[in-house]
């Protein structure tokens, strides 16, 4: 691509300088020197020294019209091709080099070289006429000379032949003003070239910047659709994976058995999380997630957020510590906040060997005082070297990690902080020194005579387990294309007590609706048929407002995810943990 438009610049440039002087030596244009060269043959014909000022006028016309006919026939020719160019460019020149020959002749054909008188008459029509003739075809060096050298060199050559001191000094004079002329002229046609140049390699560079941004944005575009692919076609099997190993929890086995399966279950959670987080990114980078901003209560924030991280803390044996003055109330999204702050709270843990963890708020001029929350996140860990400061927030980038220990995450944290950061517009800082720890600085809006909302249980909160048990339904139909998902589903809720009736399809489904008893039924998203599992599930409603409805989907296209939530049916992403998949039921 680079090559094909360095090749096409210049051709262009020639074009528009080519164009440029056809416009200037239009066929009216050319009609032009018969006002000037009129009234000088009449003068010399007059009153004037022995010569041929009518054959001089004559032969003025007769190019005049024969360049005035070229000109109109180029014209009705319509558009140059580019392989025209160049010999258009020589007739014109050929033309121009005929006028300007005959502004040169008419010292001679006038009989001005007689005269000083008539030289000097001469030279003021000639110099006029260099002058603006020059000007006029300023657009390429070589048009320039075809007119003005001719024209001037007839009258130098003249005031030579008459000689005395007025002949030499016209003939100096004439010289002199010929190479001003040229010179100018010349730096015109130059600057000309040069600008037009400048322009084509700007419009060139931008539009291979252009393109490189579109490449970036396409790469990015299949990377976020790559990771929701991959992510939906994992997490099919890893669902059943993770719905076997919540059966064999429940079973007997001996220790070590327990201690393998108890080691099988933190993988597939590890795991999941991996999948979690990419989908996080993928999302992000589709524009997916659009912020909800309210009031939150600063202290209802750090209960959850400690909540969540002081277990992780204390298993590294580190102190986690969040301080907050007052009720202080921000202005943010609940969930994507809480994820970013969380993000920050984990990677400090992560990274903190000894010591601990500060997360504070701060209000007032400690915070800026511009009406923001600053929240902090502190800790005693390995710090960041400066020259990594700014690529710790690039994906898959891990600090003390050469033998990438999944245990220590995939390297996306601060990158999804970053992308929530942004789409927050909510600025964030960073301090570190090695050895000595890190510090992230956060300024969220603070809410001002607003009423906090209430934190509300997510799809994922927990019901007791005992109003779990006590509240399932005991005859469960689970629909799903996965014959490991059906029968791995099948079995959790059989080790819970209930009956599970499976189905590949949804005519199986009708059929065992009919059949049996059904109390609620679980449906993946994607099913045989052109029906789906919302639209199957969404008909049930209406016609069986009893029965309890729950979709599983492993789903991450936004679009996807968008049309399920607008439903209004309850649903869980793939992998499900068994636990929730209960509480679901049981509500």
Known sequence: MPSTNTATAPLAVQRIRLELLLQKTGAVRILSPIPFATPLAVLFHLDGPPGHPLLWLGLFYVVIFVTYLQRRRLEARGSIQDHEMASVLRGRVRDILLLGSMWGSAAWLLGAYQSADAL???????????????AIVSTHRQTIAAFSIPAAFGLISASVWHGGLVGWILAVCMTLFLVMTLKWTFQQADLLEQSLTVRFEKEDLARRLEQQVELVENANREKSRFLASASHDLRQ??????????????????????QTITRLSQSVRMLNQSLDTMLDVSRLDAGAVQPILKPLKVHEL????????????????????FRSPGDLVVLSDVQLLTRLLGNLIDNAIKYTRTGGVLVAARSGAAAGGDG????????????????????????FFQLDNPQRDRAAGLGIGLSIVKRLSTLLDHPMAMSSRPQRG????????????????????????????????????????????EPTSREAMALLLSAHGCTAHTAGDLEQAQRLLARNPIEAVV????????????????????????????????????????????SGLPFLHKPVRAEQLIEALAR
Do not use: Y
């Not at 890893?238 to 919540?246: D, P």
């Not at 429940?250 to 327990?258: A, G, K, L, N, Q």
């Not at 069986?544 to 989907?553: A, E, G, I, M, Q």
């Open 120 to 134: 000097v008459l001469t030279a003021v029509f000639i110099m006029g006429a260099i002058s603006l003739g020059s």
């Open 237 to 258: 099997p890893l669902h059943a994976i993770s719905l076997f190993t919540s059966v064999l929890e429940r079973s007997r086995f001996d220790p070590e058995s327990t």
């Open 302 to 321: 750090f209960m959850s957020l400690n909540h969540t991280f002081a277990a992780s803390a204390e298993n590294r044996n580190l102190q986690i510590r």
């Open 372 to 395: 923001r929350i600053c929240f902090e996140v502190v800790d005693t860990g390995i710090g960041i070297a400066s020259e990594h400061q700014q690529r710790v927030f690039d994906e």
């Open 438 to 481: 890190t510090r992230f600085r956060v300024w969220v809006p603070q809410a001002a005579g607003q009423t906090p909302e209430q934190a509300k249980p997510s799809e994922t909160d927990c019901v007791p387990a005992a109003h779990a048990a006590k509240n399932l339904p005991q005859q469960v139909l689970v629909i799903d294309d």
């Open 523 to 566: 449906s993946d998203v994607r099913l045989p048929g052109e029906r789906n599992g919302v639209d199957f599930l969404l008909a049930l409603r209406r016609t069986s407002p009893h029965l309890r409805t729950l979709l599983v989907t492993g789903e991450t296209a936004p679009q996807r995810i968008a049309e399920i939530r607008s």
